[in-house]
């Protein structure tokens, strides 16, 4: 199957010799100099793209910052690719979510490695997105940023009830009910569990992004995406 990669990169003699060296692996580049009109497309057509190819040292925006609004429209994988290869860059790199990064000068058979590789990963049915966290459904790990989070069996399985309903008000009730709590477990206690499960997803109960609670009846969570 032939898969469309999105390629961000301003050296045009670099961009043509990829794009033509990818055809011959069935990944048709579309390649942009300019991060600006690489966004209006992604903007339009976020779910044709298989993956993207970013450079940092971009005019107009940085590679960091691109990639921050790529996820942002719609999660997709995403490697970096670039002269840019301290440690600093690559660690920033991979807590704003970043696949895979490749160090320039690099053979385009690496290249074709690396995106295989990361595709392989994201084909494999096991993993499902929410928002910004990535689920695997077989060990119910969940992870944000490619970290794992650390949480309870209770914890767990509320928060994966959240993510498996988002945008729908799940009650109190119906926690109690897919949860190993007890019956007769008091609602001080449902919301102390979602009060963790919060701070550990860094979410604020005041202003919160992913967890609303519902006056009266129970939790929702927000997936914008």
Sequence with gaps: ???????????????QLVCEYLKDYDLVCHAFDNPLEALADYEQNPQEYALAILDLGLPHMDGFDLLKKLKAINPLPIIISTARDDIGNKIYGYELGVDDYLSKPYEPRELVLRINAV?????NDEFFMVSDFKVNKNTNQIFLNNSELEF????????????????KVISREEILRNSSLKEDTRNRTIDMHISNI?????????????????WGIGYKFIDDN
Excluded at 1 to 15: A, H, P, R, S, T
Excluded at 119 to 123: G, N, Q, T
Excluded at 153 to 164: M, S
């Design 1 to 15: 199957m032939i898969k469309k990669i999105l390629l961000v990169e301003d050296d045009i003699n670099l961009q």
């Design 119 to 123: 595709l392989k990963r994201y084909a």
């Design 152 to 167: 309870t069996k209770i914890e767990l399985e509320i928060f994966i009830l959240l993510l498996n309903n988002a945008n």
């Design 198 to 214: 919060r701070f550990k997803i860094d979410d604020d109960s005041k202003d919160s992004k992913y967890i609303k609670s519902v």
